[in-house]
Nanobody
Framework: QVQLIESGGGLVQAGGSLRLSCAAS???????MGWFRQAPGKEREFVAA????????RYADTVKGRFTISRDNAKNTVYLQMSSLKPEDAAVYYC????????????????WGQGTQVTVSA
C-alpha cells in the first residue's frame, strides 16, 4: 500500500513559480511517480512523470521547458518545480504512482494523493 501526500500549492501570479511536493509512504523508488492536473470542467490530464532509480522523465508538451520533475529516493518524495506559470496552469494537481514504467494515462496509476490547488492570477 502506498500513501501520497501533496503539498506546496497556492496562489501565484502569472510568470511566477511554485514547487509541489509529494511525500510517499511505501516503496516507490523503482516505480513511476507522476503528476496530473484537473481544472474545473476538464478531464484529468498528464503533466509529468519520473521513473526508476535513474530518473527517466517525461512531460506534457504544454509544460515542457517550464516544469521540472525530480525525486529524492532517500526521502521518498517527488517534486514538481513549476516556472513561468500561466493562468491555464491553474488546476488541482495530483500525485500518482505505479509500479511499472511511465504512462501518461491516469487509469494506469495505482495510487493517488488528495490533490493540491494551484491558482494562477493573470
Amino acid at each position: 500500500q502506498v500513501q501520497l501526500i501533496e503539498s506546496g500549492g497556492g496562489l501565484v501570479q502569472a510568470g511566477g513559480s511554485l514547487r509541489l511536493s509529494c511525500a510517499a509512504s511505501g516503496r516507490t523508488s523503482r516505480g513511476t511517480m507522476g503528476w496530473f492536473r484537473q481544472a474545473p470542467g476538464k478531464e484529468r490530464e498528464f503533466v509529468a512523470a519520473i521513473w526508476g532509480s535513474i530518473g527517466v522523465t517525461r512531460y506534457a508538451d504544454t509544460v515542457k521547458g517550464r516544469f521540472t520533475i525530480s525525486r529524492d529516493n532517500a526521502k521518498n518524495t517527488v517534486y514538481l518545480q513549476m516556472s513561468s506559470l500561466k493562468p491555464e496552469d491553474a488546476a488541482v494537481y495530483y500525485c500518482a504512482s505505479r509500479i511499472l514504467a511511465i504512462s501518461t494515462m491516469f487509469a494506469d496509476y495505482d495510487y493517488w494523493g488528495q490533490g493540491t490547488q494551484v491558482t494562477v492570477s493573470a
